[in-house]
């Protein structure tokens, strides 16, 4: 088991999911919090359209991705603050719109689009320096952002207007935020797939909110959530020899249920206990 520390893409592969769950996890609690988690699903799936034209015109599909996951999350604010559209139906029409361009484009794309299955499923062993340097960057970007702004981030999240009227800059602090959530969206894509993507950006938050409530503790609780499942699930798929990012899913699918059925148990016997004290 441990030869496989010797491997340049074993290595890499771990570095990268190092920084992307810290990176997600963070961004998960920003739109669990915000009630974004649609806004997040339909941006994933628009992601595809870009791919689809990054094949088509020979370009990066990740660049492409990466514009069109900006300009998605764009139109939706833009369609739904300023065009008065119900925000689930921006949301729906920039998802199939995103998913229609993409697969068109990938049909006309001659011969076979290279890697396309690993953008759909996800494959962190096709990581290279380049992705990691790009990671890495983003990763600390966010940290630095959230280390200044944090309390504005976190009023913003909770309480547009409050945070509005108080003097906050909320317009920058979402602007900001929303191409954050693009990014990290484009970057995770290739830890685990558009079909994948949102238990990232779900689950771990959802785990966490069953101990805590405070946005600092999800947040950091998230962290080590996401780090400890997304690092098992890696050593797993290699020694199982299968995709990683279904793996992840379960885990945290697990994870959740078990946490779940414990504070069920918990709380039963609390409320046992203070029956039988009442009666006493």
């Not at 484009?186 to 946005?215: C, D, K, N, W």
Request: charged content about 10%; aromatic content about 10%; glycine content about 6%.
């Amino acid at each position: 088991m441990t030869e496989i520390f010797s491997y340049t893409f074993f290595q890499y592969a771990l570095i990268a999911v190092v920084l992307i769950s810290v990176a997600s996890a963070i961004i998960g609690t920003y739109i669990v919090t915000r009630r974004m988690t649609a806004i997040a699903g339909g941006i994933t799936h628009a992601c595809f359209g870009g791919l689809g034209l990054g094949y088509f015109f020979g370009v990066s599909p990740i660049a492409m991705a990466t514009v069109f996951a900006v300009v998605s999350s764009a139109g939706v604010e833009w369609l739904s603050s300023r065009q008065r559209i119900r925000e689930d139906s921006a949301i729906a029409a920039v998802w199939a719109v995103g998913m229609a361009i993409g697969v068109m484009f990938v049909f006309l794309t001659p011969g076979l689009a290279p890697d396309l299955n690993s953008f759909l499923f996800g494959n962190i062993l096709t990581i290279t320096v380049s992705d990691l340097i790009a990671f890495a960057i983003f990763t600390a970007v966010l940290i630095a952002f959230f280390a200044l702004f944090f309390d504005k981030i976190v009023a913003t999240a909770f309480d547009k207007d409050f945070a509005r009227v108080s003097g906050m800059p909320v317009r920058l602090i979402s602007t900001v935020m929303t191409v954050m959530i693009a990014i990290c969206i484009v970057l995770t894509i290739r830890l685990i797939g558009i079909m994948l993507l949102m238990s990232m950006l779900s689950l771990p938050q959802m785990i966490a909110e069953i101990r805590y409530h405070h946005f600092r503790e999800i947040m950091i609780c998230s962290i080590v959530v996401s780090l400890l499942a997304c690092v098992a699930s890696l050593f797993i798929a290699a020694v199982i020899d299968i995709p990683c990012s279904p793996i992840i899913v379960i885990i945290l699918t697990l994870v959740y249920i078990i946490c779940k059925v414990v504070q069920s148990f918990s709380n039963r016997r609390k409320n046992n206990k203070l029956h039988a004290s009442r009666v006493k």
